[in-house]
Nanobody, 120 residues
């Protein structure tokens, strides 16, 4: 069973930084990608950054140049370094893992989320 656990959220002032962590456990095969999504109250959940098994990365235009996704394979952990935070970055951030299932499907696994609040 795949399990994802996020940590590192908190309250910061505009312009501040946070680093989110996602620890992955369980039997994982056929992984397509891992990454981060976020959801603010009343808004759709959106992709923030992804890191594929092939090593490529993808960022939402709103966070390019400010956020960086990285990994530590020895610790089974994926990180999201967030710099120059803005109030509009306030959201619950979720770790996500995608893997191939049967019948040509992609399966999604989610952590419980960690709250990031950017406010002065």
């Amino acid at each position: 069973q795949v399990q994802l656990v996020e940590s590192g959220g908190g309250l910061v002032q505009p312009g501040g930084s946070l680093r989110l962590s996602c620890v992955v456990s369980g039997s994982i095969f056929n992984i397509n990608a891992m990454g981060w999504h976020r959801q603010a109250p009343g808004k759709e959940r959106e992709l923030v950054a992804t890191f594929t098994t092939g090593g490529s990365t993808n960022y939402a235009s709103s966070v390019k140049g400010r956020f960086t996704i990285s990994r530590d394979n020895a610790k089974n952990t994926v990180y999201l370094q967030m710099n120059s935070l803005k109030p509009e970055d306030t959201a619950v951030y979720y770790c996500n893992l995608k893997r191939f299932g049967n019948f040509g499907s992609l399966l999604n696994y989610w952590g419980q989320g960690t709250q990031v609040t950017v406010s002065s």
